[in-house]
């Protein structure tokens, strides 16, 4: 009989392989975040993956389609919540000023936080809409 972690990975594999194959590097450790993020030099988007269907089920494919925009983050990366608990937790202690959003998208530039797009913008909007949101912040922040 399959353990329910064993079950669980086997069912979020599919949701961190859709970030992972378009270039994302994924944080699933606290240590692998406190690592990475302070001392990012460019642009990094942050995704906060999630199993929630309402809103990650467009936010995946949303900025898998954004890195079609001529401008874009110069690093990937992304945690899982609920899933890389600690992971995600230390993340979010540099969205500074905003509260726990599941998925969200974080866009820092040299290690600090520019613009944070939450779930309440991402859910009850089509693709295009919520990779515009994405692209528009390119073109604000990235080189």
């Keep these: 009989m399959m353990s329910y972690e ?15 194959r378009v270039g994302f590097t994924e944080l699933r450790t606290a240590e692998e975040v406190e690592k990475t993020l302070p001392n990012l030099k460019g642009t990094a988007l942050i995704v906060v993956n999630s199993v929630c269907g309402c809103a990650a089920g467009l936010a995946r494919p949303a900025v898998a389609h954004s890195l079609n925009h001529p401008k874009k983050p110069d690093h990937l990366y992304t945690v899982f919540a609920g899933q890389d608990k600690e992971a995600t937790a230390k993340a979010r202690e540099y969205f500074e000023g905003y509260p726990p959003s599941s998925p969200s998208f974080a866009l820092m530039k040299d290690g600090k936080l520019v613009t944070m797009i939450e779930r309440h913008q991402i859910e009850n909007n089509d693709l295009v809409t919520i990779s515009k949101l994405l692209t528009d912040a390119y073109d604000k922040y990235c080189d």
């Design 6 to 20: 064993a079950y669980m990975n086997q069912v979020i594999q599919p949701m961190r392989d859709e970030l992972t």
